[in-house]
């Protein structure tokens, strides 16, 4: 019997017999239905193509086209859930009190969200610096994203102290660069597709730091990222 994480009940699959019929594979999330309601997924319909910021009119939210106009190349954002206050109380307990097992909620997700690209795509997670893990004693961009996909870690994180979650969006938007490339490009792997993978995407700027980093070491090839919230 499959247990919800995070209140312990029974989980119940209930599936249409559509699914039951024409799907090959089901990704089920450790939630039972009843805490499967605190969260909100995103319409990719009804957001910014390039970051996933809610939006009601415009195709790209005006932080894109203002970053597009300062660096040039924009980073295609996907998330999955919106960061709400069941999200934000999922990341406490995960990330602020270092309940590790949280780190299988949303496996579903993630792993339906990359299965059409796995083959071809190199999954590069957003590091976390020593002093934060030795805080926590895990990564939790990692705990995420590990036992789903076959991780490529070129990233690595100079250390520092300072915490996103304490920061204002100015100063997010200021955060300086503490990513480095632990590998150079070769021309086996310069053109390959690199999918950043992170845990919330706020401003963009810890995204766009990857980025910058990959860019430096030769990655030429196309970049995208994938986050849990935004």
Not at 5 to 22: D, E, G, H, K
Not at 145 to 162: F, K, N, Q, R
């Amino acid at each position: 019997m499959t247990i919800c994480l995070l209140c312990q009940q029974p989980i119940v699959a209930q599936y249409s017999l559509c699914a039951l019929f024409f799907k090959r594979q089901f990704y089920q999330d450790r939630l039972c239905s009843s805490c499967q309601k605190n969260f909100q997924t995103i319409d990719q319909l009804s957001c910014c193509s390039i970051c996933g910021r809610s939006l009601k009119q415009s195709e790209v939210c005006r932080d894109c086209i203002r970053r597009q106009q300062q660096s040039g190349e924009l980073l295609r954002n996907q998330a999955l859930f919106r960061y709400n206050v069941g999200m934000h109380d999922y990341f406490q307990q995960y990330k602020g009190r270092g309940d590790y097992q949280l780190r299988q909620v949303f496996a579903g997700s993630l792993r339906q969200a990359t299965q059409p690209v796995k083959q071809s795509v190199l999954f590069v997670p957003i590091p976390t610096s020593s002093s934060h893990f030795a805080q926590r004693q895990f990564d939790p961009v990692l705990g995420l994203y590990g036992e789903v996909l076959p991780i490529t870690p070129l990233l690595a994180c100079h250390d520092h102290d300072t915490h996103q979650a304490q920061l204002t969006r100015q100063q997010r938007l200021r955060t300086p660069q503490y990513f480095y490339c632990q590998q150079a490009a070769t021309e086996k792997n310069e053109l390959k597709q690199i999918l950043l993978l992170d845990d919330i995407y706020t401003t963009g700027t810890t995204l766009y730091h990857g980025l910058s980093a990959l860019r430096q070491a030769g990655y030429r090839g196309k970049i995208t990222s994938l986050t849990l919230a935004r």
